[in-house]
Structures are given as C-alpha cells and as structure tokens.
C-alpha cells in the first residue's frame, strides 16, 4: 500500500477517488508545525536555528499518518505545487524522521499537479521527484525574516507606542502606502478649470457634441481657461458661429483580451465585479481547486497548459465561430515585478463545463463563472473599434471644436468579458456616434455653455487597487496578499468602508513612527529588494542563513538604538509629523483656525499628542490644572463637543441637568448626583453622531442598568446593561451577551431567562475553569496561563488575574506582554505576587527556561509575511 498525504479532507476526498485500492489518501490539515510564540524561535546566535513544535491537533494529524505508515510500504506528499505545499511536505518527513517513525528503507516520494483531475493527479504519481531543498531553503529564509522582524519590531512598537498592536515585513509597507494615499487626499488643493461645450446640428439632422479644443491658434489644455472671466470670453468667441469641419480622422482602434486570472488579478477583479475581499475571494478558490474545477489559484503565471488551450479554442469554434477565434493561440508575458511562472494560470480544468452547468452555490459559482470566462475571453478574437475625430472651425478662425467618437465595430472577446476598472482609471469604453461629414461642410451651432470644475484628489484604496499597487512594486508574494488586508483590519490599523481602505488613527501613528525611526523597513524599494534575494534563495543562487545573517546585523542593530529612546522624544516627533491631521488649521466648513493647538477649554495651554494604556489622545500642557481631552483624530461630530459639555436639557425625574460631554474614549452623557456624577457611554453607532443625541435617549442610557423582572427560580432580579464587550442580561454572578443594543431596553423576562439558562448550560458543560494555553514562567516562577473568563479571556500567576487588553487574543498574547498585565494589576491592587511563585520557583524546569529571553517577545502574526 501507498501513503499519500495531501493537506485538506477535501482534496483527500477527491483525490481518493482517482487512485485505487493501493493507495490510502490522508489529510495533514494544513502545516503540522510552527515556530512558537515566544523567545527564541529563532536564534540568530546559534546559526539560525529554528525550534518547531506542533500543537495538539496537529500532533494527532502526525500520529493518524505515523499509524497509517506502518502499513505502507511508500510515504507520497501531495501538497500543494507551491513554496509554502514544498515546506509542508518538509515539515512532515522531519516529524515523522523525529518520531521514528519513517524507516531509513521507507522511500519517500514528492508530486505535484497543477489541478484536481484524474489525469493531473494519475500522471503525477507516475513522475515522482524528491523534495525540493531550495524551495524549503526559500521558506526558511521567508519565515524565519519575518519572525524576527515580528519578534523584535513590535515590542518596540508596544514600549513606545502603547496600544498599537504589531509591525511586520509586508504589513508595514501595505499599511503606509494606505497611509501615504490618505495624506495625499487630505493635502490635495482643488484647483479650479472651466470648460466650453457646445451643441451642432450636422446637413443631415443629426445632432452632436464639442468641446472647445483651440482658441486663438492656442491649444486649449486643462487649466487654460482657469476663472470664469477667462471663460466668458471664450464662450463669447465660440458663440459666434459659422463652423465647418475642417479635418476628420477615422483610424480603426484595436482591443486585444486580457490573460487568464493570476492570484492578484482575481483577486482585484472579484472585488470589482463580485464585491468579494480578497479573503472571501481565496476561500472560494481553494473549494473550487478542490472541487476539481480550477487550477491551483496561487500563481503569478499567466500561460495555460497547452491542453487547455486546445479545449478552449474549440469551445470558442463551437459556441461562437469561427471569427471569433483567432488564427493562433494568444500567449502571455508577465508584467508583474518578481513574478516566478511556475505555474499556470487559473483556469477551469474542464471547459466544457459552463457556467450554468455548474452547480455550486453562492461564492463559488461566481467565482467559478469569472474564472471560465476570462481563459475563454483570452484565446478570443481581437474586438475592433472605429474612432472619429471632428474638428470644425469657426467664421472668424478664432475657435475650433472638437467632436470624438467610437463604434464598435467587432465585438470580439467583449462578447464574453469586459474587465473592471478602479476608481480613478482613465478610459470610457461608451460609444458616441458621430455622424458622417466632410471637410468643408456646414454645422449650424445649437447651444454653447461654460461649465466650472475642479480637480478631485486621487482615490483612496480600494482592495483591488492595494493588491496591484503591492504586486507593481514587488511587495509580498499574491499568495499571501489576502492575509496581508485581513491582518491589518484586524489589528485595527484600516478599516473598510463602501469598498473603501481608511487608515484609523492607530495606523497613522504605526506608520508614523515606524518612517521617522525604522524608516528603511517601510521603504517600497527596500523591501522589493528582500522579496527579490528570496527568490534568488529558492533558484540556489544564494545560501540562505548568509542572507539572514547580512539583513540581521543591520535590523538588530537599528533596533537596539531604540532602546534608550524616551516616550517623550517619540511625542515630539510625532506631534510634528502628524500635526497636520491632528491639528488642522481649518475647520469642518473650510474656515481659518488661527491657533490650531490652543486649548478650547482654559485657553491657555497648548493641546498635543498623549500616550495612554489604550493608544494616543489630545490632553491640554496644563493638565493636571486643565482636564481637557479629545481622542486622537480631529475628524467627525464627537471632536465638535464643548469641553465643558452641552446641556441637553433637565432629567424628568431627578431634576438634574444632563450633559453630553467626551473624553479619551469618546462621548458619553452625565448627570450630578449626591455621591459621584452618573455617567452613561454612548453606543457605537451613536458615538458616530453624538450631535443627534436626544434628552429622552440620555435619560435611557442613565437608567441602566435596567431591571427586567424577577428570576422565577429564587426571586433574584434579571439586570440589563451595557458593558465592555457590548449588551447583556445579568443574573447573580451569570452574563449572556446580547446581540442587538436595543435589546437592552425591550427585552422581556422570558427571553432573559432562557439566556441565562443556556449560558449556565454552557458553564456547567465547560466544569471548571481550563487553561487554554501556557505561556511559560515568571521571572520570579510559577506558570503564566492563558483562560476565557466570563469578561472575556485574561492570564493568570497564582491569584492575580489580569484581563487581556480589547486588542489582543489568547491565540497572539506573548509571554512579556503577560508580565507586563500581571505586575501593573499587582502593583496596582497592593497585593504581593502570587505565594505559588516560591513554590514554582524550586521545580528545574521552571529555572532553565528563564535565561531564553535574550530578545523581547511579539505577538505572532497569523500573516506569514507579516
């Protein structure tokens, strides 16, 4: 029996059904194997060496496959024909070599197929070859780079920069180019131009469209006519009449079809098209790969087997003819900065499949459709075009008009698939049909108008148009393009608005600070350059612990000058480098502010960047005499508040003013009592617009928490109220999320009570509490464990629990950040750490691991390209 280990179920499945009894199909679930969070994973002192470990699901994947080796007489790997496919494979032989349990006499065979088809796969395991060193070397160099850049740029970034979340190789970058985008809108200057158009009638009715095109012997260029002065007295010139046409032009025009879907083009034209993100988009291709009905979709080329070529070229001749199809099959170049080609292009594996036979559901029929009709699109005839150009001149020679038009002429591959634009890109595939003239013939002029414009800032990002700007400049691999976007709207640095790529203001700080003082880690050519050596490492052309040693030397260098770097010196720099945005020196209608920094409250100190546990703030340089604070961004309604609050009218019951007032975290509402004032937080969607904020809504937020209605059990009341992680209903010590904000104010007693009884279901099933992970020891011993607690999830040493900060996961929090939670909630609550320490501090286990930390930990980031 044969052992083939390929890395989903589903494709164990399909495959399973092309190869016969002999052969025993097994799914490793992905990689088996990472590199650690904590202190050296990676040791640049000792040679580069890595430390793997495989957690509990992946050590059971290990033993399925070890079991199933005992009785196989040959190991298969059929991972994925890729970089990151070769690295699984490796992985898996090492585990197995480590367990014992690969014999030396075992033979160990790789294959690789492009698609999921009975042909791909059976000729496959009739080509086997051995596992590629250099493309392992190339995976090596890649994770190991990015987990030092990860490991060590980002407890920087957490030091210096509190509240901001991590830093890496490609995520950096991709975060500035947004940041960069935005800072160009927010200082571009519209500048204003006039236009002329003017109506004419042609001999033979037919009406058309101009443009002033010359004026005076001058060709007219944008901002020629710059004021309306200067365009009233060319529409005066124009409107003197008289034309006729003094040139025509026609010259045919043709469109050749794009190439079949690389990963970034598929990804860039199912967000045009579909709407997808990238994210959704590589879900669907990986079930579809899958499924059998695509190539591998991480690719970077553009040519197809030549099978396939024939099979789409007789779908053309069939369904459409023979003048749709051209005289020869149409070939491709990449024009992407470090494209590799291994491989081909996404197509379908079987062509005869259309769309409308194809009977999946949702994402992966739309995607599937996209993909058949682009590689069929592409071996189309040429579409052909006839544009026209008019001039006509008037009586006088002063003006000429200029009429443009196209006719589609063939439509060729257009039949089957036009491609999408950006926001922003030039061209107008509209036809605008002119009619027939001659030189020397007359038009008489209709109407003429002026018509003021101004130019418009370029378009923010979108995810289709990041993905091609990061696939120009070499940035990343489009393999990992997806997971790049996913990482930095999960980190919180942009977030995505109608389509639209926003840098919030933690990204503008991240990327602020990482220009001014690791500048040469977020320069576009810089890390092009690194992607380029990574593939000359996979090609054997370079050795690849030399090229970490080389990038390590200078980066450790350039962080340790870091280390004596004081919060305060980082502020100044800051507050300098984005004082533009924090402080503009225009208000929200346009109109001058002369002292953008002056205090609005005590008019005296000067406001300016602050650093707290949660990230930047505006304070006043009075504090603590002057209390007044803003959040970060100057932008939007909530900036607008008086510091001091604005009366929103008198409680009905209590007869208290109430306020609407903001703070570091945002707008809230207050009412004076006896004891200290009632303070209420806003919800989100209302601290979008806190200005629509009415009294009776202030009144109901001050009256949580609210009292459903007695426990029918033992009389104790159901409480609801808003609190960290959003709406719930409380019973004693019991809390059930809720999943609208509104329910907090109607939810009734029996609804309540069966969330309690289901959450308490929950609990009991769970007994008592389980660590979810360990993250290691002390400094002064005892175990640092990880738990989900009914707050949400927290670490814990011995009896001080500290809960984990909004932005942080159990799956990302390192050992040092779990130090730093555990000592402030000591320090800050009196106690002495944990009597266990003593205890912990005698077992050897516990002391040898403590030398390790020889660098400061960081989050792993799930990116593997950071």
């Not at 130019?455 to 289709?464: C, F, H, M």
Request: with cysteine.
């Amino acid at each position: 029996m044969k052992l083939v280990v390929v890395e989903s179920p589903a494709k164990a499945k399909t495959i399973n059904k092309y190869l016969g009894k002999d052969y025993k199909v097994l799914a490793s679930y992905g990689h088996i194997r990472d590199l650690p969070s904590k202190n050296g994973s990676v040791d640049p002192d000792n040679d580069f060496e890595m430390i793997w470990e495989a957690d509990s699901k992946s050590s059971k994947r290990i033993s399925e496959i070890a079991s199933a080796l005992k009785e196989a007489d040959t190991l298969i790997l059929a991972t994925d024909p890729d970089r990151e496919g070769e690295a699984i494979s490796w992985h898996l032989v090492e585990a197995l070599r480590k367990r014992r349990a690969l014999k030396k006499d075992t033979p160990v065979e790789r294959v690789v197929f492009n698609a999921i088809t009975k042909n791909a796969v059976t000729t496959a395991m009739e080509h086997p070859r051995q596992i590629d060193a250099e493309l392992v070397d190339a995976y090596l160099a890649r994770r190991a780079l990015d987990y030092l850049v990860g490991f060590n740029l980002s407890p920087v970034l957490w030091r210096k920069l509190p509240g901001s979340r991590s830093a890496g190789r490609v995520q950096s970058v991709a975060l500035r180019i947004v940041c960069d985008r935005e800072n160009e809108i927010e200082l571009f200057k519209p500048e204003e131009y006039w236009n002329v158009l003017a109506s004419l009638r042609a001999p033979d009715g037919t009406d058309f469209e101009t443009r002033l095109y010359s004026l005076d012997g001058e060709t007219l260029k944008k901002f020629t006519l710059g004021n309306k002065g200067d365009a009233d007295k060319a529409l005066e010139i124009v409107r003197g009449g008289g034309y006729s046409v003094s040139s025509v032009e026609a010259k045919p025009v043709k469109r050749n079809p794009p190439p079949p879907f690389i990963t970034s083009t598929l990804q860039q034209e199912a967000s045009r098209k579909l709407g997808f993100t990238a994210k959704r988009t590589m879900q669907a291709a990986q079930k579809l790969y899958e499924e059998g009905r695509i190539t591998y979709m991480r690719t970077d080329g553009v040519n197809m087997a030549e099978e396939a070529y024939v099979a789409a070229r007789s779908m053309i001749q069939s369904n459409y003819g023979a003048r749709y199809l051209p005289e020869k099959t149409r070939r491709y170049s990449s024009k992407a900065k470090n494209a590799q080609e291994a491989h081909e292009a996404i197509r379908p594996t079987n062509f005869d499949l259309r769309p409308e036979e194809y009977h999946g559901d949702g994402d992966l029929k739309k995607l599937y459709t996209l993909v058949w009709r682009r590689a069929v699109a592409s071996q189309m005839e040429t579409a052909r075009f006839e544009r026209t150009t008019i001039d006509l001149t008037s009586k006088d020679k002063r003006a000429v008009l200029r009429a443009t038009g196209q006719v589609l002429v063939f439509d060729g591959y257009i039949k089957l698939y036009t491609e999408g634009r950006d926001e922003g890109d030039d061209g107008d595939d509209a036809e605008n049909r002119l009619p027939k003239m001659q030189e020397g013939q007359h038009a008489d002029l209709l109407k003429a108008d002026a018509t003021q414009h101004f130019t418009t800032p370029p378009p923010r990002y979108t995810e289709a148009s990041l993905v091609k700007k990061l696939e120009e400049l070499g940035i990343g691999r489009p393999s990992t393009y997806a997971s790049t976007l996913s990482t930095l709207e999960d980190r919180g640095y942009v977030r995505l608005e109608k389509k639209q790529l926003i840098p919030e203001d933690k990204g503008r700080l991240v990327t602020a600070f990482l220009e001014n003082f690791f500048q040469r880690y977020v320069e576009y050519d810089f890390t092009a350059g690194l992607e380029e050596k990574l593939d000359i490492i996979s090609d054997g052309k370079l050795d690849w612990k030399t090229f970490l040693k080389e990038f390590w030397q200078q980066f450790i260098s350039d962080v340790d000058q870091t280390k004596d770097l004081r919060v305060s010196e980082v502020l100044d720099v800051l507050n300098e480098e984005l004082g533009a945005y924090v402080f503009p020196r225009q208000d929200a209608d346009g109109n001058p502010v002369e002292n953008p920094r002056q205090c609005p409250l005590c008019k005296e100190g000067e406001l300016s960047m602050k650093l707290g546990r949660y990230g930047a703030f505006v304070g006043c340089s009075r504090h603590p005499e002057c209390k007044y604070t803003r959040q970060f961004s100057a932008t939007g309604e909530q900036s607008a508040i008086n510091p001091d609050g604005e009366e929103l009218g008198i409680h009905p019951e209590t007869g208290q003013t109430v306020f609407l007032k903001t703070g570091r975290f945002g707008p809230y509402v207050e009412m004076a009592t006896d004891d200290k004032p009632k303070r209420a937080s806003l919800t989100k969607a209302e601290k979008e617009n806190p200005q629509a904020l009415t009294l009776d809504r202030a009144v109901e937020l001050l009256s949580l928490p609210r009292e459903v209605g007695k426990h029918p059990e033992d009389g104790e009341p159901i409480l609801a109220n808003f609190g960290r992680f959003g709406p719930y209903v409380q019973h004693g010590k019991t809390y059930a999320n809720l999943k609208d904000p509104n329910d907090v104010f109607t939810i009734g007693l029996n609804h309540a009570v069966t969330l309690i009884a289901d959450k308490k279901a929950k609990g009991a099933a769970r007994g008592a509490a389980t660590a979810l992970k360990s993250l290691g020891d002390h400094p002064d011993g005892g175990a640092i464990e990880v738990f989900e607690g009914r707050y949400g999830p927290y670490v814990k040493h011995g009896k001080t629990n500290a809960t984990l900060p909004k932005d942080v996961t159990p799956d990302t929090v390192t050992l040092e950040q779990a130090i730093e939670l555990i000592n402030a909630k000591a320090a800050k609550g009196g106690k002495k750490k944990a009597p266990a320490k003593k205890a912990a501090a005698k077992k050897p286990a516990a002391k040898k691991k403590a030398p390790a930390k020889k660098k400061p930990a960081a989050k792993k980031d799930s990116n593997p390209e950071g």
